[in-house]
């Protein structure tokens, strides 16, 4: 692929610039010749969702994804019945901002029940397919780094993803492949082309040792350990071959000007993807 | 199991008293009726290997396994075989101190490419085992939580410590299972009934959330999120019956008088093992 081929894939997603709110990140992209966006919902409801739709229909941008949903475990069968009534609104923002992704990031378990929270997670997806594919979207189950298991999410391997979206027809649920999330994986290949056919997202970021925090550690491509591109050309070989995002969470970036970033962002993103 | 029965299994791993001395923890652990250590090589270092098995037999302490040989990938084959000789170091003071286990944390890689360096912790170990058998000396194989891989070990799952530990004979290599670093893991009582007569540690700890540091926020049995018990019965059924090191590499411990932390350890243990 050419360089300018590449280029066009790179999405913005937006929690890498969290200093800016949607205006000032669609802007940017802009500025920035970004042609994609992620947008996350806690920056839809700052303006609501009229005014984020208007934003991004005038601004030609495309959105790659809505991040998130998921969040599916909870310990009462009522509070995960609100869990599904939100999810049900995220896949709305979605459908309403142009995009076919909702991003799921499914959720800890409310006690030391791995098993029964991940059971919970298939549940709340079995519930969400339906009314998710009459709005046009499909849910991305995003595996989360092992280290998140306890605070963020009970998916923690592709393989684990991939097992849970095939319950579902492959225009149902997906998978997203996070570099962060995923690169550590003995069976990181294998699994790769396991999920062919299911890859809804290509999200890249670094693992830099030390890592400053395990939240908000994540490092700029190239500033790692992680083998991005070969990673890149695993997911193509899957038959993936839709927009890329950069999702770095990095309180120092975040504390940097947002142009500054992107400018980052863009020159490591040609070195490094 | 009786309280009593359990409570004779308890070893005490020095790492969790890394503020005493190798003499202070054999003492510690009589005052307080432990009957097991797993020994570090930098506590031996500090008094010499001689020094270290006289303290030990006088003591009448039994010694569960040494901590830790591996560290197998390098970036020039130079450096591989220093590391192979240093762990042929580590065979030969498992063996003088009375134990047939040595503990492998297997070591990162030296740059990007982790299938190269789980290849060379392959090769490594295909090196050790003759050594190893003559000495009496197992090697145990201890997969690392994944948020280690890039500067501890790139043995990550239990189903690839087991599956490498296959390559050779049951009584030459098998595995360690600590709960710190699997118990995120989705198939992790399949993988435990695979290690079956494979296992030849049980480690405990625990995974408290917010994690205050990667490497030293290990917490005390019962204080976070880990089903240790439930770990405890499948390894058990997997057939392991032998010592339960409690591992815990927590400053706020080492902060801590040696007595007190020994303590918390019994009455931990005794309540949530």
Request: charged share 30%; proline share 4%; aromatic share 6%.
């Amino acid at each position: 692929m050419s360089e300018q081929e590449l280029m066009k894939r790179l999405s913005l997603n937006q929690i890498t610039t969290e200093q800016w709110n949607l205006k000032e990140a669609v802007e940017g992209s802009l500025r920035h010749d970004i042609e994609w966006i992620s947008v996350w919902r806690h920056k839809i409801e700052e303006i609501g969702l009229k005014a984020s739709k208007r934003l991004i229909q005038d601004s030609g941008l495309k959105v790659s994804s809505v991040c998130r949903g998921g969040m599916f475990p909870a310990p009462t069968a009522k509070e995960r019945a609100e869990r599904i009534d939100d999810n049900k609104r995220a896949i709305e923002e979605a459908s309403e901002l142009g995009t076919d992704t909702l991003v799921l990031v499914c959720g800890p378990s409310p006690d030391r029940d791995l098993c029964a929270a991940r059971k919970w997670v298939e549940e709340g997806i079995d519930q969400l397919v339906p009314f998710a594919k009459d709005h046009g979207v499909k849910l991305a189950i995003e595996p989360l780094h092992p280290m998140f298991v306890a605070d963020r999410s009970v998916i923690n391997t592709l393989e684990q993803a991939t097992t849970m979206a095939q319950n579902h027809a492959a225009d149902e649920v997906g998978v997203i492949v996070d570099v962060y999330h995923v690169f550590w994986d003995p069976n990181l290949y294998h699994e790769i082309k396991r999920a062919e056919g299911r890859i809804l997202g290509f999200h890249v970021s670094d693992w830099k040792v030390p890592m400053a925090d395990m939240f908000k550690g994540r490092a700029m491509m190239g500033d790692g350990v992680i083998e991005i591109n070969r990673m890149r050309k695993a997911v193509e070989e899957a038959g993936y071959h839709g927009p890329i995002e950069v999702e770095i969470i990095n309180q120092a970036l975040w504390d940097q000007n947002g142009d500054d970033v992107l400018k980052q962002v863009t020159s490591s993103f040609k070195k490094h993807v």
